[in-house]
């Protein structure tokens, strides 16, 4: 049996304090069947693309690292059901918008760093319980919000996609609107120019 064959039957894989600072490129060749993985306590300042394409993946611990984001594939992962990205402190200060796209997921812990607005599509975590945010700077949502539990912070986060887009499609349609009467009056001038160079001078009786 060839080593990567013997990988890629692995279901689960523990890589702790081992002070990895980061993670193979391509890391789903190996470990394409890989269901749990913990990378927490090493010095990983990133995760490759490629975790998107291990659709096996429901259980993700990556806490107490030195993340500085998470790659825009994280949204592939639709079994993800576990996320632990807590005590990455300072390093970590935003996610993408992906992240709203793990509607399997039901439990996040997001606590112990930077972290001042939750990505707008965060109210599409339907299936989501448990929510740990405490010691980030907060903003979005503001911490009353956050006080009142998991639910709160998805209806709000929700609300705010809603308008967000409501905005957004107004603010469309205003500049297309602008854009008709832009080319009406450069089509009504032209027409004009041209049709009253056809005529010369009118000349009226005094």
Same mark, same amino acid.
């Given at each position: 049996?060839?080593?990567?064959? &013997?990988?890629?039957?692995?279901?689960?894989?523990?890589?702790?304090?081992? *002070? !990895?600072?980061?993670?193979? $490129?391509?890391?789903? &060749?190996? !470990?394409?069947?890989?269901? &749990?993985? &913990?990378?927490? !306590?090493?010095? $990983? /300042?990133?995760? %490759? %693309?490629?975790?998107? +394409?291990? *659709? *096996?993946?429901?259980?993700?611990? @990556?806490?107490?690292?030195?993340?500085?984001?998470?790659?825009?594939?994280?949204?592939?992962?639709?079994?993800?059901?576990?996320?632990?990205?807590?005590?990455?402190? $300072?390093?970590? /200060?935003?996610? %993408?918008?992906?992240?709203? =796209?793990? $509607?399997?997921?039901?439990?996040?812990?997001?606590?112990?760093? +930077?972290? #001042? @607005?939750?990505?707008?599509?965060?109210? /599409?975590? =339907?299936?989501?319980?448990?929510?740990?945010?405490?010691?980030?700077?907060?903003?979005?949502?503001?911490?009353?919000?956050?006080?009142?539990?998991?639910?709160?912070?998805?209806?709000?986060?929700?609300?705010?996609?809603?308008?967000?887009? +409501? =905005?957004? =499609?107004?603010? *469309?349609?205003? +500049?297309?609107?602008?854009?008709?009467? @832009?080319?009406?009056?450069? #089509?009504?001038?032209?027409?004009?120019?041209?049709? @009253?160079?056809?005529?010369?001078?009118?000349?009226? %009786?005094?």
């Amino acid at each position: 049996m060839s080593t990567t064959h &013997r990988f890629w039957s692995l279901v689960g894989l523990d890589v702790s304090f081992k *002070s !990895l600072s980061y993670l193979p $490129t391509h890391l789903a &060749r190996y !470990l394409g069947n890989l269901q &749990r993985l &913990r990378i927490q !306590l090493n010095k $990983t /300042r990133s995760l %490759p %693309p490629s975790i998107g +394409e291990m *659709s *096996s993946l429901w259980y993700l611990d @990556a806490h107490f690292n030195e993340l500085g984001g998470l790659p825009d594939e994280i949204g592939k992962l639709k079994k993800l059901q576990f996320l632990d990205l807590s005590n990455n402190f $300072t390093k970590l /200060r935003e996610l %993408p918008n992906t992240l709203g =796209e793990l $509607t399997d997921l039901t439990e996040l812990y997001l606590n112990n760093n +930077e972290i #001042c @607005a939750l990505p707008d599509t965060f109210g /599409r975590l =339907e299936k989501l319980m448990i929510l740990k945010l405490e010691q980030n700077p907060l903003v979005v949502p503001p911490p009353d919000i956050v006080n009142q539990g998991v639910e709160a912070v998805k209806a709000f986060m929700d609300i705010r996609l809603h308008d967000k887009l +409501e =905005e957004e =499609e107004r603010k *469309s349609s205003v +500049e297309g609107n602008e854009d008709v009467q @832009a080319g009406w009056l450069t #089509c009504s001038s032209s027409w004009l120019k041209t049709h @009253a160079s056809d005529y010369g001078p009118v000349l009226y %009786p005094v």
